[in-house]
């Protein structure tokens, strides 16, 4: 039976998912867990003439705080702390009844969205109407909905403070008449719930590190079972007997799944408050993780797809800068995910955000010759100037290009030496692409003696005409053979071609084959290639030497000798 293809991950990103993963949940623990404590002082401030005035100990300068310290102080039992979260006129044990009948009511139905909660003294102003009042949160009863309201209060000496509201507070009693949904914390053994843990009881971390592990388990039978079904039905739809059972629930979406699963167990399980606040926030943090995760996946099998029609296209050179825009996007997409984890939990990142701004600036002042090179080979490959195995004159270097990259490119010489030239430099300079020509230049001077008669020459040209037009590698139209000038010490002939050649060493070997036949043209023509020569005039009083060279008059007799300085003055 063939096994499970399950997809690669590297290692490297899923270690990083897995820390942070770890990290965020044990910030979320921590956060949830060490919630804002009642201080003994406080109590004794809040009862006393001589408090501190426009600071309240309680916290209840928000609606966080008010809800939070509410919460706080029912949970460890403090009936009397609690009380002073209530604006009611009951006093003693009623008003104690009634604090714990809003704890309870809040603990059971309350939804698990304390995080959303205002922080500011003014509250979230959800209706312009009523300034002074703030709903925490909705309460499904038999009755209807039943918003949780805090309100604005003056305490005299501690300011104005948020209360809960006298309109929820007269309905409490009969919704906790109504309150009617299990408890876990009954069905669990004492130890387990009185067992605490920075506040928390220990049963909640042995669901985090077990259960959490043995759910995303299950995920991974779940995935091998939906690859059996789906690999047997593809081969017997197809009666390919080779193929491989699919991974259809990648790590991702066994992360959704295991999300999924805590908000469903979250819906049919009585927790309190903060234990589902809490576990919440782990299928939040969890959610992330895998939305993340899932980007980071999609954008690779994107990066390969484009790869692959690179290389069928030959644009090799383009990989780097694909691999630097892979990696700028997956860096953009951690940092989208810790942005919004921040703002899940309240923190507001702009103060960040601008520090970050500002060292931006400093790190692209700093690094600007850096930045230059790699902007320029960007340029580079984008315009595609440059491909592997191209033969390129770049100033004084010329060579074949070896590799192309964000900072630099590799050059080997023809002595077989690697120059490495900066992007930034390659940008600002002519670039001459030798291997880009679709036909070589044959272009000569032959140079015959001063001897050669026009007839001579008239029989030299045609030839080399006829030999041009009837070579099968020599473009016909550019074939130019011309007498264009009385050299010095030879007659010149302008010999020009294109010859379609496969590359250089081709073109070389055509050429040697037209440079023979040209100069069999010129030795059947009866002529020869001049050399570089000189033509000297001697001139005397002796018969003997009269006779011999040619006369020259006018020659004084205390000077017998004169040179004539070329064949050209002859």
Known sequence: MNQTNTVPVPRFRTCLCALLLSGLLAYSSLGWAQQKTTNPKAIDAASTPNAEPQKDPLGRTSPRGAVLGFINAARKGNAEVAVLYLNTSLRGEPAQNLAHQLAIVLDRRLPARLNELSDSPDGSLPDPLKPDEDIVGTITTEKGDLDITLELVDRGKFGRVWLFSKKTLNLIPDVFQEFASPDVEKFLPQILVETRLAGIPIFEFIALFLGLPFLYFLTGLLNRALGLVAGAAWRKLFRSQDARNPALLVQPLRLFLVSLTVEWLLSVIGLPILARQFW?????????????????????????????????????????????????????????????????????????????????????????????????????????????????????????????????????????????????????????????????????????????????????LEGIRNLLSSHPNVETESTRVRFIHLGTFSLNLDVFAYIVAIDWNHFLEVQEALLFALMEIVRSAGTEIAFPSQTTYLSGNGAGLNNRLPKVTSVPKQKPVKVAADAKSA
Not at 443 to 454: F, K, S
Request: charged share 20%.
């Open 280 to 460: 919440s926030t782990v299928a939040t943090v969890i959610n992330i993780i895998g939305g993340v995760w899932f980007v980071l996946l999609l954008n690779g099998w994107s990066e390969r797809r484009l790869l692959q029609r690179l290389r069928r296209h030959n644009l090799t050179g383009a990989t780097s800068v694909l691999r630097l825009s892979r990696r700028v996007v997956d860096v953009g997409i951690l940092f989208a995910g810790f942005l919004f984890t921040l703002r899940h939990f309240g923190v507001d990142p702009t103060a960040a955000l601008a520090g970050l701004g500002v060292g931006g600036i400093a790190v692209a002042l700093a690094a600007q010759k850096t930045l230059e090179n790699v902007i320029g080979g960007i340029s580079l490959i984008a315009d595609q100037a440059l491909r592997v195995g191209d033969t390129l004159k770049l100033g004084e270097v010329c060579g074949t290009v070896e590799e192309v990259g964000l900072r630099s490119t590799r050059i080997r010489t023809v002595d077989r030496t690697i120059v490495t030239v900066p992007n930034g430099q390659i940008a600002t300079v002519s670039l001459e692409t030798l291997s880009a020509r679709d036909k070589f230049w044959f272009h000569h001077v032959a140079c015959l003696r001063y001897e050669t008669t026009a007839g001579q020459m008239q029989t030299v």
